[in-house]
């Protein structure tokens, strides 16, 4: 990564923090003072254990899509990032190798009611990709969006933490296709229908728009702590 790149990507993080770090922290899952659930703290005082999930084991982690699983060589991948930004932006699998990595320990919550726990995730964060894009002032959400056809929207307070990542390896493997490789969403502080696999464009929007499953019915928040599923 050259150095007008760690430039930009820097000073974007530091634009994007100022603006919506107050509201990152306001949201539920950092805020709320009686969060529902069960077993110790999380990583942000949340428990453990969700109200309404079974934990199950990362070997058992079940595979849901819309029946369809895009097959995707990495070489082949890319990421289009526009809409309401000012530098609207295309990533090859190469190029998301070459910006700054993470590895994030993070718990998975399925609408449907399983959990599995301190997963291993590596992938670069959200908010590097969207900071190099430079969203508008007018900017609020994001809509992801999914080589399947899948898509589904996100504040950009929930887009832009530290632990959302678009993830391309796990437990030290790379993503499998049925979880999403080669490169898939994951966000850990609301349910993981709000994470698309095999993700294809971020489109930045200056107002909320439902996606997929929030159309069918399902929360347009989907905070485990308040078994925030269904409208």
């Keep these: 990564m050259n150095?007008?790149?760690r430039r930009r990507i820097e000073e974007g993080v530091a634009e994007l923090r100022a603006r919506f770090g107050e509201r990152m922290r306001a949201t539920p899952s950092l805020s709320d003072a009686a969060?529902?659930?069960d077993g110790p703290r999380n990583r942000h005082g949340m428990p453990k254990e969700p109200p309404g999930q079974n934990v199950f084991e990362k070997a058992e982690w079940p595979v849901l899509d819309l029946g369809e699983t895009p097959d995707i060589a990495p070489e082949r991948w890319r990421l289009v990032v526009d809409g309401a930004?000012?530098?609207p932006l295309t990533l090859s699998f190469a190029e998301l190798m070459e910006l700054p990595q993470e590895a994030v320990e993070a718990d998975f919550h399925c609408v449907t009611g399983w959990s599995i726990l301190d997963l291993a995730f590596r992938g670069v964060r959200l908010e590097t990709?969207?900071?190099?894009?430079?969203?508008l002032a007018e900017s609020t959400h994001l809509m992801a969006h999914a080589s399947d056809g899948y898509s589904t929207n996100l504040p950009l307070e929930e887009a832009l933490k530290p632990d959302v990542l678009l993830v391309h390896a796990v437990e030290g493997a790379p993503l499998a296709r049925a979880h999403g490789g080669p490169v898939r969403v994951v966000t850990p502080q609301l349910y993981a229908w709000k994470g698309a696999k095999w993700v294809s464009r971020l489109e930045l929007m200056t107002h909320d728009q439902r996606g997929y499953w929030e159309i069918r019915g399902y929360s347009n928040t989907g905070y485990p702590w308040r078994d925030d599923r269904m409208w």
């Design 3 to 5: 150095d007008d790149i």
């Design 35 to 37: 969060p529902q659930g």
């Design 85 to 87: 930004c000012e530098a």
């Design 129 to 135: 990709v969207l900071a190099l894009a430079r969203p």
